[in-house]
């Protein structure tokens, strides 16, 4: 991938959705907090972006204060970071083993995404294993799966750590004011 396609919105990105919102505007250039490092050095952008479980990946890897580092100078003046997280600190102490399945398409195309976890004793972090089944043949196949350990993070320490990264203007989104399923968070980048 070049990186004049790591720029480009995807058509049904819905947080490039929600900052086109902010903006007022269509965002030119949309990049994904993923490919932040890579980009170090290039135009400054409009929107980096963090889909669902990346904050709290990142968090757990002691690596989410210096992507958000990276984010903000990536961004020029004004531009937005916008991140969608899952609010769990209120779960740790329960310790569910699993939210409700996805379901997307129909008929022959639908799929079924099952999140699996493994929390802690502590309730601070979980190990996530995603599960992805589609129709094939008339039986359920396993199209993929994915492992990764995630850190809990509260509202309060995803406000400090944009703060601490320089962004201005931190505010969280619920998802009846986004319309996203889980809260989203979004930051400017100051002049």
Known sequence: ?????????????????IAAAVLGADPDSVLDLLDVARHHGGPPVDVVRASDDLLPRLAHENALSPALLLARQA??????????VPELDKLGRLRPTAPPPKV?????????????WDWSPDGESYA?????????EGSWQVANTVST???????????????????????????????????????????
Do not use: K
């Open 1 to 17: 991938m070049t990186a004049a396609q790591d720029l480009v919105p995807l058509p049904e990105d819905p947080l490039a959705g």
């Open 75 to 84: 961004l020029r003046p004004g531009g937005l970071f916008v991140a969608a």
């Open 104 to 116: 997307t398409g129909r008929g022959g195309e639908r799929q079924v995404t099952v999140q699996l």
């Open 128 to 136: 996530l294993e995603v599960v992805r089944l589609v129709r094939a």
């Open 149 to 191: 350990r995630h850190r809990v993070l509260s509202s309060e320490r995803i406000s400090a750590e944009l703060d601490a990264a320089g962004f201005a203007a931190v505010q969280r989104l619920s998802p009846a004011e986004c319309g996203h399923p889980l809260p989203v968070w979004v930051a400017v980048a100051p002049a």
